[in-house]
């Protein structure tokens, strides 16, 4: 006789809050579904099961692996650094042009495939994948000589507890956390990662409503914004991102007044301007040209942010990636890609000039 295993279940509390009769609220992201018993909120992967919510992708990575953390990205959080990785299926936004879009979109595509059967087409999606329980991926993160775990590649809220055992173990041992986000954390989120993610990278899209509304299914993108500031208050290391989208977010005016909201919040929080290729339902809108981003940089330094970079440009490009001091002009770090080719910050100081420099370094 088979027996049935059983199911990895998190450790800390639900962030969840009982309704009458079975429903159940999801407090995790500023949707804060009302879940009935049987269903799932927005995300697909935080269920109702008889009225308790159940976090269906615990210690069920859809994807892992070791990454440098330039890729996150993130320039001044341990810089040249490796970083554990992980994410699973799901996401709370439905942007039109994920990259990762086969993972964090997969229960909104079983939605629409199988509309009646969908939770038990993706509850056995979910099930072939390999159990990661928060203990292994700890000792798998040290096995890789990673200084940190990294919650990326879909939306880490929706999956927050799990992040949370995991890291609990983790920071025992020396390692860091670190969030790849879209910043729409409620604000129970973000109190009960505090002290357990050092890290955050939040893209703040767009500033306009349509942009979130059309292309991510959002209704309210003044929450990323509050979430950039709550963040920052928590005492967590914040780097911010946009990706350009020719024809959505690319206006000056609005990249100027975007840019002028992130220095208001600290001119000495990084900013990355990355370029868009064409991926899931967005295959016909065209590359982002890096004259774009380069321009976008320029706003960015006239607005008063000390660091701005260009991502996803490929080679020529790479002084658009350094770090200059932002004291004596010198070229403190050296990048190509995802990898540090020089760095001058000795203790998180310009080894030229000896000005301090914002960010995580040792
Ligand atoms: S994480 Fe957000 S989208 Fe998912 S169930 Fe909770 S409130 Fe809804």
Known sequence: ?????????????????????????????????????????????????????????????????????EKKPFFHFLSGST????????????????????????????????????????????DSCPELPPEQAVENALASRSKSIS?????PTI??????????????????????????????????ITGLIDAANIDLKAYNQRFYTELA?????????DSIEYAKKKGIWVETT?????????????????????ASVDPEMPWHVTAFHPDYKMLDTEATPPEILVKAREIGKMAGL?????????????DYEATDCPK???????????????SHVVKGRCQFCRTKISGVWE
């Open 1 to 69: 006789m088979s027996m049935a295993l059983k199911k990895l279940e998190p450790k800390t509390k639900m962030l969840s809050k009982k309704l009458e009769g079975k429903n159940v609220k999801c407090l995790a992201c500023h949707r804060y579904c009302t879940i009935p018993d049987g269903n799932a909120g927005f995300c697909g992967v935080r269920m109702n099961e008889g009225g308790k919510l159940r976090l269906s992708v615990y210690g069920k990575p859809a994807a892992v692996w070791v990454d440098p953390i």
């Open 328 to 342: 004596c002009g010198k070229k403190i770090v050296s990048r190509m890609g995802f990898s540090v080719r020089e």
């Open 83 to 126: 970083s554990y990785s992980i994410g699973t299926f799901g996401c709370n936004f439905a942007c039109s042009f994920c990259q990762n879009w086969d993972i964090s979109q997969a229960p909104q595509e079983a939605r629409v495939r199988e509309p009646a059967k969908w939770k038990d087409y993706f509850t056995k999606l979910v």
């Open 151 to 155: 919650f990326t590649y879909n939306e």
């Open 242 to 262: 946009t990706l350009i989208i020719p024809g959505w977010n690319d206006d000056l005016k609005e990249l100027k007044a975007e840019a002028e909201f992130l």
């Open 217 to 225: 299914k959002v209704p309210h993108y003044e929450y990323v914004k």
């Open 306 to 318: 000390k660091y701005v970079y260009c991502g996803n440009v490929g080679f020529g490009y790479s």
């Open 159 to 192: 999956f927050t507890e799990y992040a949370i055992d995991t890291m609990k173990l983790a920071h025992k041992k020396g390692l860091k956390g670190t969030y790849v986000t879209n910043g729409y954390e409620s604000h129970e989120c973000w109190d009960a």
